[in-house]
């Protein structure tokens, strides 16, 4: 997400403190007699909020509650979220056919907060106003110094400093295809200034004009808000069943768990643009501001199946844990900045050196909270937020691990490990199709069509603070089709990971057991295939097609790589070619493979080859 981070999560076992429950939907209960053996329905009207209703027959022992179809408003913000469930365990709501629209963005949606064994099934939500904007160029200054853009009629206004900041991020759509254009960079601009009604100009930091990027009058703009609520949060749960839900508008995310003991299930969930908005003719060009879906800090991953994710200006899934700044070591562990309820004992600790290559790992058997800490010195590493300050917490693990100021440390225990991402479909949306970050996963039978950056990506990121390299992990039958186009990332599918500056692939060979097979990857103008960094991959019966009928974009490449291959290997050790082919490849293409000299492994002769019948 364009800010990324995770709740911590609870003590295995426990649970949150119950809070007040506030919701702005209200309810006249018609209970069906029939059905008195844990089951009522209820109807909305004015005379009590949603959300405690629903708890008050769930305290009396029903355990499904089924919501009256029809399009209701939600008006009050809440305390927290306004329909906020905490510390339920075995509960149904049944909200198929009905229609919840959030009044209130900054307030979210829904909230479930320590709970156990509850499913939501059949709910479409929209929040109203759009917690995003957009418009159309009509003017950009002869140097590049700004454009013009009017805001389409029904759409929030730039200078709304409840819902834009001062530098809002931007992206330049296609008006044709009312997807990211391609060549174009994310845009922030400098200033802002109102010229009129619905009408403004940006101020770019650089020239950003037709010489710079394929940008021209008449070309649509949307701009990210800068709202941190979801429509639906997932905190410290665990068994939790997400199903047959819409989401057509978001204030960050569609759905984000974080924290808990986790193995939720979120199976048939659409996210996708809605209807226009009141008194707007064109129609939203985003579903969310942020990632469809993301997993931070969860002890048992998700399951994601069936799901439909389309139009975000973020990732569609992601799923990680956290990186910790070793802010000092002695004899008695490491003091951990930023970490508070981070490691409990049993918890598998990695420590990383500062070019972030895995050094120890051991298991966690106390930690201490430090009151008073004084960090020895400010760190070198270039990170986005500060990871340097408190809480501190000292953790001893057994072994002992010796490490240093500005190492880093993950909770393996922590990264949402046994997850299964299975038959999606993921379209036309900005950065990465998957961004996975954790152990023991299933990649299976979904089609990445369309993502800006690339379209399975696996890698730590530790200046984003997120953890960790992928161990265990299995990519099959897959299409991967026209990604990677946008940014300057690499890879419709890449495994990898690189150094604080992004000048190498760091020599870690920290991924490890993967295996990516039977996938069609399908008109990528770049590299396909992106491995580094990795000990123990098998790739086998792939096929690449259409790759480099295009030129790669020129962006800026201090990797060494070399863009015109479609399969690039560098610094990992037993990589296994076997049967993969590449089917009608385009005039750009250089090689078909290309390994550096860091690189040990077999079949990178006979493992790939062009097909004989294009």
């Known amino acids: 997400m364009g800010a990324k981070g995770g709740a911590p999560g609870i003590r295995p076992g426990g649970t949150s403190v119950g809070v007040r429950i506030l919701s702005s939907l209200s309810v006249a209960v018609a209970v069906c007699w029939a059905c008195a053996a844990g089951s009522v329905r209820v109807r909305p009207s004015p005379d009590r909020p949603l959300a405690a209703e629903i708890l008050r027959h769930w305290r009396e022992g029903t355990r499904r509650v089924a919501i009256e179809p029809g399009t209701y408003s939600i008006v009050q913000p809440g305390e927290e979220a306004p329909l906020t469930f905490r510390d339920v365990a075995g509960l149904e709501i049944d909200a198929r056919g009905v229609t919840l629209i959030f009044r209130d963005p900054p307030s979210g949606g829904f909230l479930f907060e320590g709970c156990r064994d509850v499913v939501l099934r059949g709910v479409t939500i929209r929040f109203e106003p759009l917690p995003f904007t957009q418009g159309q160029l009509v003017a950009i200054a002869a140097d590049g110094s700004w454009y013009e853009l009017v805001i389409d009629e029904g759409y929030l206004e730039l200078d709304d400093s409840r819902y834009f900041s001062e530098r809002p991020v931007s992206y330049v759509m296609d008006p044709r295809t009312r997807c990211w254009k391609e060549g174009m960079l994310d845009l922030s ?92 003719i064109e129609p939203p060009l985003f579903s969310t501001v942020a990632d469809a879906f993301h997993s931070a800090n969860v002890r048992r991953g998700p399951r994601v199946e069936e799901c439909h994710f389309e139009a975000m200006p973020d990732d569609a899934v992601a799923i990680h844990g956290t990186y ?226 295009r030129p790669p974009f020129n962006w800026p490449n201090r990797w060494g790589l070399n863009r015109r291959a479609v399969v690039w290997l560098s610094e990992c050790d037993n990589v296994s070619l076997e049967g993969n082919q590449v089917v009608a490849p385009g005039p750009y293409t250089q090689v078909l493979l290309e390994a550096t000299a860091t690189v040990r492994g077999r079949g990178f002769e006979s493992g790939i080859k062009q097909a004989v019948d294009n």
Do not use: Q
């Open 189 to 280: 601009p400098t200033r802002v200034e109102k010229l009129g009604p619905r009408r403004f100009r940006l101020h770019w930091p650089r020239p950003s004009g037709p010489d710079v990027y394929p940008v021209t009058v008449g070309d649509r703009m949307a701009f990210r808000g800068k709202l941190r609520r979801h429509a639906i949060s997932v905190r410290n749960c665990a068994n939790m069943l997400f199903e047959d839900i819409t989401i057509h508008s978001a204030p960050f995310a569609g759905i984000v768990e974080a924290g808990g003991e986790g193995g939720n299930v979120y199976r048939h969930i659409s996210v996708r643009p809605g209807p226009p908005p009141a008194g707007a």
């Open 324 to 549: 910790y700044l070793v802010a000092a070591a002695d004899t008695r562990g490491l003091i951990l900045a930023r970490a508070r309820d981070a490691f409990y004992p049993g918890d598998r600790l990695r420590l990383f050196d500062i070019f972030n290559v895995p050094v120890g790992e051991a298991v966690v058997v106390a930690n201490e909270p430090l009151a008073e800490f004084a960090l020895p010195a400010k760190t070198a590493r270039s990170t986005i937020g500060d990871i340097s300050g408190g809480p501190y917490v000292r953790v001893r693990t057994e072994p002992a691990l010796s490490g240093k100021f500005d190492f880093m440390a993950s909770n393996v225990s922590r990264l949402g490990s046994g997850y299964v991402v299975r038959n999606n479909v993921i379209r036309n949306h900005r950065a990465r199709g998957m961004l996975l970050k954790a152990e023991d996963g299933l990649v299976e039978g979904n089609l990445v069509e369309g993502s800006t950056i690339g379209g399975i990506v696996l890698t730590p990121e530790f200046w984003w603070a997120e953890a960790c390299y992928s161990r265990n992990v299995v990519v099959r039958n897959n299409t991967v089709r026209r990604v990677a186009y946008y940014s300057h990332d690499n890879g419709a599918i890449m495994l990898a990971a690189w150094d604080r500056d992004r000048s190498r692939a760091i020599p870690s060979r920290a991924h490890r057991n993967i295996v990516i097979e039977n996938n069609t990857i399908e008109d990528i103008n770049g590299v396909n295939l992106m491995i580094t960094s990795a000990e123990g991959v098998v790739v086998r019966n792939n096929r690449f097609v259409r790759p480099h009928h």
